[in-house]
């Protein structure tokens, strides 16, 4: 299973961005799928997931502010991150927990995305 993420990029504050990510291989489906970031010197934290089933869950410090959604048909999931602030500075990565066999659930990590706010 692969996980292609993209869309960083620099962005000022209060813009806006969108991160997607794709997952392809051989699998029987996705349970959750969504995105965590990590900021220089601090650990690696949940932004957004989302579950096959549609349901969400969000960092408090980005909601209101980011969407997550997927496609479950497609195996991709997108983040619209608006009202951008200099603190959502870090490398985005895409997660997602995949059902590999009827026996096997695996997790797996995209490549990171750098997402710079700044002016």
């Known amino acids: 299973v692969q996980l292609q993420a993209s869309g960083g990029g620099l962005v000022q504050p209060g813009g806006y961005l969108k991160l997607s990510c794709a997952a392809s291989?051989?699998?029987?489906?996705?349970?959750?799928m969504g995105w965590y970031r990590q900021a220089p010197g601090k650990q690696r934290e949940l932004v957004a997931v989302i579950t096959r089933f549609g349901g969400t869950n969000y960092a408090d410090s980005v909601k209101g502010r980011f969407t997550i959604s997927g496609d479950n048909v497609k195996n991709t999931v997108d983040l619209q991150m608006n009202s951008l602030k200099p603190e959502d500075t870090a490398v985005y990565y895409c997660?997602?927990?995949?059902?590999?066999?009827?026996?096997?659930?695996?997790?797996?990590w995209g490549q990171g995305t750098l997402v710079t706010v700044s002016s």
């Open positions: 997660n997602a927990v995949v059902q590999v066999s009827f026996s096997r659930r695996d997790n797996y």
């Open positions: 291989g051989s699998f029987i489906s996705i349970i959750v």
